[in-house]
């Protein structure tokens, strides 16, 4: 298109030194006109470098159809403003990449429905004091940047859109622009970047999209403002900030991101409120580094794509979040390293397919009044330096509700943990922690589950309709006080003195093997001395692993001395001859048939499978084939991590634990679910399959679970299923058994049965319902305990009971049976 003609239509009130008229080019119409004067071009391609240094107005000529006029100079800037003039309609085209193609370095100019087309080193440049309008105007510039706002530069842009870029879209480098309803897409590096000391952005309705690389990028001291703009479809994080960057983001969107959402470290903050975060490949919040920090209040991160925690805060970093929602997302929130902490309010985390609050290596976490359901893991406080509290806080429908490891000691305080598939509470590997109120409702495992001797305090807890028990406590259990349960669940009720659980130690003194038997409202009764129906404890005060083993004809007779398991029993004695004469044999010089140790336990709650275990453990040590005998028990939380590479080291752990001894895996099928997906319960089985084959003489490896389930277990892992010798089934008590339970228990707490109550429990244990939830010996400790609790009520009528009135136990102390029944 050839050059056209200039129009100058005279504006001022003195025509003395210039007049209107038509001039051959751009340049000469410039050098007459004056502030006011109008300046109609004629459609055409105008080969000149423009300088607008008068508050003039340079538009097409009427009726010229927008973008016809073209000002594209062969090099250099094509067009520099100096004035507060007004621009309208103009297609501007640059060459040099060192230039860009419109420059404002003064005034407060107005353009609009300008475009801009180049291959200059930045589309549109705002510098120096100039505050431009702009209005719907679009910029193309695939060899840098888009918008570039710099030195004391600012102005509003309104409507305008940058198409593509080579570089960041916009870019604020001492700059202060605010966008309104800008999109900005097909960047590349940054849609947005705000960068160094006393820069800053404001931008309303905003959309930033498409970009090969971030969508808003904050750094080096520099702020921002995004209020109801959304940040989609990027390939690297949606918003990152670095280094004392300040970030406010209100009703905003940002969602279809690959890697972090949110990104922020090096003493960075970020106030959200009122956003949306969702579909991103890693962290929807991603916090690092002491001093940065994120404050977020009504937001909502949602449906992550990826495997990663949606909130990681780490290395002294810190984060509050205040009425949020996270939700659908692999782990909810993970707290790492001394010095991180988090702080939730009145939020909810659900649907998480792993944990929703993990607290690690010295974090800690403050919930208050949150409410968790639907995750694998309420909350886990993972080891020592660990820990922080909940408050008020209810955690529904997970696999456990908190657990406490290696060292951890939270603070909770009337938490309550309702329908989970496993324990409410779970403490192991030398966990603390401090329970204050909290109470479990309808757990299908444990209400309150302490092993290995944990050192946890529990005051005035509270369980109720537990399947497999209120309380279990190992070895040397916790500090306990005024904790009580109801009758409901199948498992033990033992408790020790001042309402804690058997195992359990008084909070003056050491540890007490005592019963104290719950009524229906709760409320202690007599305290008795206890132990385990069908179980053989350790000697109290001493750790497994520190015991003399014992020889192997010691310990066959106390495994003769329990109640029914006679197949079991056989079993294990045909296994031991085996070795033994194996090991004979080798001494003589002669082959030996290679057994393999390695056992699978089948059959219900409750029948002496973790009693067998250990006695196993010991007659292996006895026999020379282990080096110390002692038993780990694990189950599929110890063994699973939340994230890739954790659980292959954790189940090392736990494996490495058990060198020399027996690693006992209760629940073993729940490492392979029928549902697996992506559950790394599947990365667990085939570590422990080649730690089995390399180390085959230094642990012996025992699974257990119901028997359809570990029948299913075998059959879909044939791996696992090959490294056993033999499955021994662990048959559910007869009502003779549990009879013979409930005498031993009378006999060894110095009890008597009086007349006809043997007959009548016979009676009672043959009526009693045996659904999935029957529990076997511990039914017949319950049934014992509760027995108990009904003799305490009536002899304590009497004002000087005798020695007989003490001890005897008749039918009128049976519980009733179940209304079922």
Excluded at 780 to 802: I, Y
Aim: hydrophobic share 35%.
């Amino acid at each position: 298109m050839a050059q056209g003609t200039v129009q100058v239509t005279h504006g001022g009130a003195s025509r003395w030194r210039r007049r209107s008229g038509e001039y051959p080019t751009l340049t000469a119409a410039l050098a007459v006109a004056g502030d006011g004067d109008v300046l109609s071009i004629a459609p055409g391609t105008y080969r000149e470098n423009l300088v607008l240094r008068h508050a003039v107005t340079l538009r097409g000529s009427e009726g010229t159809v927008a973008g016809s006029v073209r000002i594209a100079p062969l090099d250099g800037v094509a067009l520099t403003v100096r004035a507060s003039a007004v621009v309208q309609d103009l297609y501007l085209e640059g060459a040099d990449r060192t230039a860009p193609a419109l420059l404002v370095e003064e005034g407060s100019p107005e353009l609009t429905g300008l475009r801009v087309h180049t291959r200059s080193a930045t589309g549109i440049e705002v510098r120096g004091g100039a505050r431009p309008l702009v209005r719907r105007c679009t910029v193309e510039n695939p060899a840098g940047a888009g918008i570039s706002v710099l030195d004391g530069g600012g102005g509003v842009f309104e409507e305008c859109e940058v198409v593509a870029a080579g570089q960041a879209g916009v870019s604020v480098r001492g700059g202060h622009p605010r966008l309104e309803r800008c999109r900005i897409h097909h960047a590349v590096g940054a849609g947005i970047s705000v960068t160094g000391e006393g820069s800053g952005l404001e931008a309303l309705g905003c959309e930033v999209y498409e970009v090969k690389g971030a969508g808003v990028q904050v750094a080096a001291r520099a702020a921002a403002r995004l209020t109801d703009c959304a940040v989609h479809r990027t390939s690297a994080d949606g918003i990152t900030l670095d280094t004392d960057a300040v970030l406010t983001l209100t009703g905003c969107d940002i969602h279809d991101i690959p890697e972090n959402a949110v990104d922020l470290r090096s003493r960075s903050v970020l106030t959200l409120s009122r956003t949306t975060v969702r579909r991103f490949g890693r962290n929807g919040l991603s916090v690092w580094d002491p001093g940065t920090r994120v404050d977020a209040e009504s937001c909502e991160i949602h449906d992550s794509t990826g495997d990663y925690p949606a909130v990681w805060v780490s290395d002294g970093a810190t984060a509050s979040l205040d009425s949020c929602r996270l939700h659908d997302v692999p782990d909810a929130l993970f707290v790492l390293d001394r010095g991180s902490r988090v702080d939730v309010v009145d939020s909810d985390l659900s649907q998480v397919r792993n944990t929703a609050v993990s607290v690690s290596d010295g974090a800690s976490v403050q919930l208050d009044d949150c409410r968790i359901r639907e995750a694998g893991t309420g909350a886990w406080f993972r080891d020592h330096g660990s820990g922080g509290a909940l408050a008020n806080c209810t955690i529904d429908a997970v696999q456990t509700g908190v657990i406490v490891t290696k060292g951890a000691d939270p603070t909770l305080e009337r938490c309550t943990v309702t329908s989970a598939a496993e324990a409410g509470f779970y403490v192991s590997a030398g966990g603390r922690g401090t329970f204050t109120a909290c109470r479990v409702t309808g757990s299908s495992g444990f209400g309150f589950h302490v092993i290995d001797g944990c050192r946890t305090t529990l005051t005035r807890c509270h369980t109720e309709r537990c399947a497999r028990g209120g309380y279990e406590f190992a070895e040397d259990g916790p500090l306990a006080e005024g904790c009580t349960g109801d009758e409901a669940g199948t498992g033990p009720a033992a408790r020790a003195a001042g309402g804690a659980p058997a195992g359990a130690q008084q909070a003056g003194g050491g540890q007490r093997t005592a019963t104290v038997v719950q009524g229906p409202a709760g409320r202690p009764a007599d305290r008795v001395p206890a132990s385990r129906a069908g179980e053989v404890p350790d000697p109290a005060g001493t750790p497994s692993a520190a015991r003399v083993p014992r020889g192997s004809g010691e310990v066959l007779g106390q495994l003769d001395a329990l109640v029914g398991l006679d197949s079991v029993k056989r079993e294990v004695r045909a296994l031991t001859d085996m070795i033994e004469v194996g090991r004979r044999r080798q001494q003589a010089g002669l082959k030996a048939a290679s057994v393999r140790r390695h056992l699978v336990f089948t059959g219900s709650p409750g029948t002496g499978k973790t009693t067998v275990a250990r006695l196993y453990g010991e007659i292996l040590a006895s026999l020379g084939v282990l080096e110390r005998g002692h038993l780990v028990e694990v189950s599929r939380v110890d063994l699973v991590g939340e994230h890739i590479g954790s659980t292959a080291i954790r189940t090392q752990e736990a494996f490495d634990r058990a060198r020399g001894g027996v690693l006992f895996i209760d629940e073993a099928y729940a490492l392979a679910p029928e549902d697996s997906g992506r559950d790394f319960g599947r990365e667990a089985i085939d570590t422990l399959v080649k730690l089995m084959e390399d180390h085959r003489d230094a642990v012996v490896v025992i699974v257990a679970g119901y028997t359809e389930e570990m029948e299913r277990f075998l059959t879909v892992n044939p791996g696992v299923a090959s490294r056993f010798s033999r499955t021994i089934t662990f048959g559910d008590y007869g009502p003779p058994e549990l009879l013979r339970i409930v005498e031993q228990q009378a006999e060894e707490h110095e009890y008597r049965l009086g007349e006809g109550t043997g007959e009548a429990l016979l009676k009672y244990f043959t009526e009693l319902p045996k659904g999935p939830a029957f529990g076997n010996g511990r039914t017949a400790r319950q049934t014992f305990e509760a027995m108990v609790e009904r003799h305490a009520g009536r002899v304590a009528q009497l004002a000087d009971p005798d020695k007989d009135e003490l001890t005897l136990l008749f039918p009128e102390d049976l519980p009733a049976l179940p209304s079922s029944c």
